[in-house]
């Protein structure tokens, strides 16, 4: 999160940030650095989640058939948690297309726009309708993305209520 607000990633579509970046040059750069961000952090997410946490199973000194059952617990885990995990990234890199697709609507149909106030307005219906597509879909997925956090919590929830009544 701290990356993506260092880039300028909230105020990607501020009408303002909009209307001074003549030939949306910076907002492009912004999406290219946005899509970095997303892959560079799936990328250690899935490193530290398996290699990580696997080597550190295998350090442990314990007996070598608990340290298998332990590694086995943790494999079939993990196959359940990279799913989820790999659905959440795929989530997040299609809120940045989603993003990028507004940039080249707006990019492509300049001069068929206009920033007033704080608003983007749209001459015709057409690219009006467009833009809005490209919004409800990024709510669409910010909302998929909401529901996978509240069920991985709720899991955790359940499993961790689950061992302490073992």
């Keep these: ?18 209307r001074v970046d003549k030939g949306l040059v910076e ?4 999406i290219k650095k946005a899509k970095n961000i997303v892959v560079k952090y799936q990328e250690r997410t ?10 550190q199973i295998e350090s442990l000194n314990r007996i070598t058939t608990l340290k298998q059952e332990a590694l086995s617990g943790f494999d079939r885990g993990m196959e359940k948690a990279r799913t989820q995990i790999d659905s959440m990234w795929a ?3 299609k809120v940045v297309t989603e ?9 492509t ?24 597509s490209y919004i409800s879909s990024i709510q ?15 899991t955790v929830n359940n499993n961790f ?6």
């Design 161 to 166: 209520q689950q061992t302490e009544t073992n």
């Design 46 to 55: 899935n490193a530290l989640l398996h290699n990580n946490a696997r080597v």
């Design 1 to 18: 999160m701290l990356e993506l607000e260092a880039i300028g990633w909230n105020s990607i579509l501020d009408p303002q940030r909009i």
């Design 91 to 93: 989530l997040e890199g």
């Design 99 to 107: 993003f990028e697709n507004i940039i080249n609507l707006l990019s």
């Design 109 to 132: 149909r300049n001069g068929a726009w206009v920033v007033q106030g704080n608003q983007i307005l749209f001459y015709n219906d057409s690219d009006l309708n467009k833009f809005n």
């Design 140 to 154: 669409d997925l910010v909302n998929k993305q909401q529901q996978f956090q509240k069920q991985s919590i709720e």
């Design 27 to 30: 907002s492009r750069v912004t």
